[in-house]
């Protein structure tokens, strides 16, 4: 099957009530572990690449490696998404080189630490609608920042990350404002904040409710019931994977994740695409420690980068199965992005998802 974009897949999870992880994928290992969990639990699957993968990958590597997925997949329906495009020109760079789907990011500048207004973020995601939605690439935006609400800290392990204290107001999505926003920007999915952050170190202790603050997804899920919500910074951090990375030498301090029933409570309140990607690399990063350890004297790479494979396989196929988009895979309906091109125009989406008639015309 070709590659799909975002909104059908998440529309027939909304219909059968699961989720489906968007994992992040540099390089060819990646993208073969999550095909072969994906045929392994015959789930649909969202493959996706942050600016700093795209850079590291060059686009036109990541492109074929995704037209080898699909052609020796031809089962499974992928989705090729842009994770936290920083600018309405990474998201239209990432359309071009063939991503079925897109993030724009406008929570913050296009610095990608700097927390912006709300009216920057409703104009550039608007912005990116008007484009994508002619090509049937459909769009995730983001209200809220990332970052701790045990520390108020935004996040700055990867790339893209708030710097510096965030307010309260910043760290947790305004439910009113998460209406407003999806009325006036079309998009089709909504990456909301609540406590969750990027990377491996996101809580102290096992969350509970005061720094994972779940409620407020249930909160945002009423208001827009037909908004299908992201979580971000949803990896759980197992403690087995940081335990073998220590055991063969590495130095991965005490921590704690996303507990996955917190996940699976906000998948029965409106949360459709959960985003994973420390936990692969965890389980990368563990396997090929110890494959060093294990035989100091081996130096051919498939020796230990078969082991990761297939430790990231591990992990995506539990993921795949926790979430319930395992078993999907054929179920899920083939929509050309040329029919959701002509769909998006024709408002079968809502009319806010219409492109503007009139180019850069603002819809209030
Ligand atoms: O956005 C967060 C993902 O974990 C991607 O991280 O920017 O280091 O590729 P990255
Ligand atoms: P983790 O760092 O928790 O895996 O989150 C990944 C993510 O949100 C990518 O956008
Ligand atoms: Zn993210």
């Known amino acids: 099957m070709p590659l799909i974009a975002l909104r059908?897949?998440?529309?027939?999870?909304?219909?059968?009530?699961?989720?489906v992880a968007a994992l992040n994928v540099n390089n060819m290992e990646q993208i073969q572990a999550i095909?072969?969990?994906?045929?392994?639990?015959?789930?649909?699957?969202?493959?996706?690449?942050?600016?700093?993968?795209?850079?590291?990958?060059?686009?036109?590597?990541?492109?074929?490696?995704?037209?080898?997925?699909?052609?020796?997949y031809p089962e499974i329906p992928v989705v090729m998404h842009?994770?936290?495009?920083?600018?309405?020109?990474?998201?239209?760079?990432a359309i071009r080189m063939g991503f079925t789907s897109v993030m724009m990011d406008g929570s913050l500048e296009d610095d990608g630490k700097t927390p912006?207004?709300?009216?920057?973020?409703?104009?550039?995601?608007?912005?990116?609608?008007?484009?994508?939605?002619?090509?049937g690439v459909s769009v995730e935006g983001e209200l809220g920042v990332l970052g701790s609400l045990e520390h108020g800290m935004g996040e700055k392990e990867d790339g893209h990350g708030a710097e510096g204290k965030l307010t309260l107001d910043q760290l947790l999505t305004d439910p009113d404002q998460a209406v407003d926003?999806?009325?006036?920007?079309?998009?089709?999915?909504?990456?909301?904040?609540?406590?969750?952050?990027?990377?491996?170190?996101?809580?102290?202790?096992?969350?509970?409710?005061?720094?994972?603050?779940m409620s407020r997804i249930e909160e945002i899920h009423k208001k827009i019931p037909n908004c299908h919500l992201v979580m971000h910074g949803s990896s759980s951090v197992p403690k087995e994977l940081c335990d073998i990375i220590n055991a063969n030498g590495g130095r991965i301090?005490?921590?704690?994740?996303?507990?996955?029933e917190e996940i699976q409570r906000g998948i029965r309140a409106g949360v459709r695409k959960i985003n994973v990607d420390t936990d692969n690399r965890l389980a990368i990063t563990g396997?090929?420690?110890?494959?060093?350890?294990?035989?100091?004297?081996?130096?051919?790479?498939?020796?230990?980068?078969?082991?990761?494979?297939?430790?990231?396989?591990?992990?995506?196929?539990?993921?795949?199965?926790q979430f319930g988009q395992a078993g999907h895979a054929k179920k899920v309906p083939h929509v050309t992005l040329e029919q959701m091109a002509r769909d998006y125009t024709a408002g079968k989406f809502g009319e806010n998802a219409r492109p503007d008639t009139v180019v850069g015309a603002q819809k209030k």
């Open 181 to 213: 926003f999806v009325n006036r920007t079309g998009i089709d999915a909504l990456a909301v904040a609540m406590g969750t952050s990027h990377g491996a170190y996101k809580f102290s202790r096992k969350p509970s409710g005061d720094v994972l603050a």
């Open 35 to 72: 095909m072969e969990a994906a045929r392994a639990t015959q789930s649909p699957a969202i493959i996706q690449a942050s600016r700093g993968a795209r850079k590291y990958t060059n686009d036109l590597f990541l492109r074929n490696l995704m037209q080898a997925a699909v052609e020796l």
């Open 287 to 321: 396997a090929i420690r110890k494959a060093f350890f294990a035989k100091p004297e081996e130096f051919d790479p498939r020796y230990y980068l078969t082991p990761a494979r297939a430790a990231m396989q591990a992990i995506c196929e539990e993921r795949m199965k």
């Open 116 to 135: 912006s207004s709300y009216e920057y973020n409703v104009a550039v995601t608007r912005e990116v609608v008007n484009v994508a939605h002619r090509f």
């Open 8 to 19: 059908p897949l998440l529309d027939y999870a909304a219909a059968n009530n699961f989720g």
């Open 82 to 93: 842009q994770d936290h495009g920083n600018s309405p020109e990474t998201c239209i760079s």
């Open 253 to 260: 301090k005490e921590t704690y994740g996303v507990p996955v």
